[in-house]
Nanobody, 123 residues
Framework: VQLQASGGGLVQAGGSLRLSCAAS????????VGWYRQAPGKQREVVAYITNGNGNPQYVDSVKGRFTISRDNADDTVYLQMNSLQPEDTAVYYC?????????????????WGQGTQVTVSS
């Protein structure tokens, strides 16, 4: 299973970006998808995620009302629409998926990470 993230870049405060993360490989099913970020000198934090169990998107308080996570089940792609970006949103953003991997011995659960995409917001 591989994840390909894209959509990062440089934007002025108040601007918008849309991140995409496409999953490929022997995926039996997707259990959960999420976006994380890591700013310089800080620990990685969860930004938003969706699980099959709940189905309702969850967000860290700092991005509520500004970011929207969504998924396209048809092509195993997860998106993060980021509006009203602020300098404190500057970070490397990572997508992650929890999937059941299809194998000849039966499916097994695993978590995969994308390569990270840089988001820089200037003031």
């Amino acid at each position: 299973v591989q994840l390909q993230a894209s959509g990062g870049g440089l934007v002025q405060a108040g601007g918008s970006l849309r991140l995409s993360c496409a999953a490929s490989g022997s995926i039996f099913s997707v259990n959960a998808v999420g976006w994380y970020r890591q700013a310089p000198g800080k620990q990685r934090e969860v930004v938003a995620y969706i699980t099959n169990g709940n189905g309702n998107p969850q967000y860290v308080d700092s991005v509520k009302g500004r970011f929207t996570i969504s998924r396209d089940n048809a092509d195993d792609t997860v998106y993060l629409q980021m509006n009203s970006l602020q300098p404190e949103d500057t970070a490397v953003y990572y997508c992650a998926v929890n999937v059941l991997v299809r194998t000849s011995g039966g499916p097994y659960e695993n978590v995969y990470w994308g390569q990270g995409t840089q988001v820089t917001v200037s003031s």
